[in-house]
């Protein structure tokens, strides 16, 4: 057995794993139905939305767009513990 011990700080906390539904395969499929397309626009308008909070934060805005959609209102507190370090 093989023990390797580092010297070095930790850093400990939450770690979120969000996957991130594409819609790539759909289109791919053909000919698409309303249901599909509908689909299609409520994942790019999360995608953006996304887009739109991280390039706040990054940006040092003082207002994030978090409630732009579902996805950034359920990241939030995610996004606020780290914000000085994102």
Not at 38 to 64: P, W, Y
Not at 70 to 84: A, I, N, P, R
């Amino acid at each position: 057995m093989l023990r390797i011990i580092l010297d070095v700080p930790t850093v400990g906390g939450p770690l979120m794993l969000v996957d991130m539904a594409g819609s790539e395969n759909i289109e791919q499929a053909g000919q698409i139905g309303f249901e599909a397309k509908m689909q299609t626009a409520k994942i790019n308008q999360g995608n953006i939305a996304l887009k739109r909070v991280v390039e706040s934060i990054a940006n040092g805005d003082s207002h994030v767009p978090f409630r732009d959609s579902k996805l950034t209102m359920l990241l939030q507190d995610s996004f606020e513990d780290d914000k000085q370090k994102f």
